[in-house]
């Protein structure tokens, strides 16, 4: 998936304003300004649009940890240079506190069944024998998930 994508939606899940996204960034270690943060949310066609590199990215998720479980007594995490589909749903588990099961409820939401075996091998070392990686599919079902179990919709 595209990174702009993922911080959009994330963005739109937990409606985070502009000052939000950029405090979450700082708590990832790095400041970002309102227009680098601005030409990231654009469209894809949009002549402004940037592309969100994976670094930025790490920051940004690593940030997120921060914001919604608090820092860790070791200090930030350094960010990836390279992220992938795996990585993204890993992190994105933590920062949101959950088990395996809670895994299993936000993709059950989106009418995704998965079992536990095949989620832990989401999870597991590249270099595993039963490791398996993320497609885009999977994670826009994960994030459509978290859409629907953390969005309030104002009705």
Same mark, same amino acid.
């Given at each position: 998936?595209?990174?702009?994508?993922?911080?959009?939606?994330i963005r739109y899940t937990f409606e985070l304003d502009d000052?939000?996204?950029?405090?979450?960034?700082r708590l990832g270690g790095e400041d970002v300004t309102r227009?680098?943060?601005?030409?990231?949310?654009?469209?894809?066609?949009?002549?402004?649009?940037?592309?969100?590199?994976?670094?930025?990215? #790490?920051? +940004?998720?690593?940030?997120?940890?921060? *914001?919604? &479980?608090?820092? $860790? @007594?070791?200090? %930030?995490?350094?960010?990836?240079?390279?992220?992938?589909?795996?990585?993204?749903?890993?992190k994105l588990k933590i920062a949101l506190n959950l088990q395996?099961?809670?895994?299993?409820?936000?993709?059950?939401?989106?009418?995704?069944?998965?079992?536990?075996?095949?989620?832990? #091998?989401? +999870?597991?070392?590249?270099?595993?024998? *039963?490791? &398996?990686?993320? $497609? @885009?599919?999977? %994670?826009?079902?994960?994030?459509?998930?978290?859409?629907?179990?953390?969005?309030?919709?104002?009705?």
């Amino acid at each position: 998936m595209i990174n702009n994508d993922i911080l959009r939606r994330i963005r739109y899940t937990f409606e985070l304003d502009d000052s939000s996204v950029m405090a979450i960034f700082r708590l990832g270690g790095e400041d970002v300004t309102r227009a680098q943060m601005s030409d990231w949310l654009k469209k894809d066609d949009d002549p402004d649009y940037r592309s969100l590199n994976d670094k930025f990215m #790490a920051v +940004f998720l690593n940030g997120f940890i921060v *914001h919604k &479980r608090g820092p $860790k @007594d070791d200090g %930030l995490p350094v960010p990836d240079e390279e992220l992938n589909n795996n990585v993204i749903l890993r992190k994105l588990k933590i920062a949101l506190n959950l088990q395996t099961e809670g895994v299993i409820e936000l993709l059950s939401l989106a009418d995704l069944k998965v079992s536990k075996p095949e989620l832990s #091998a989401l +999870f597991r070392k590249p270099g595993h024998k *039963h490791y &398996r990686k993320c $497609k @885009d599919q999977f %994670l826009r079902n994960f994030l459509h998930g978290m859409q629907l179990k953390f969005h309030v919709e104002d009705v």
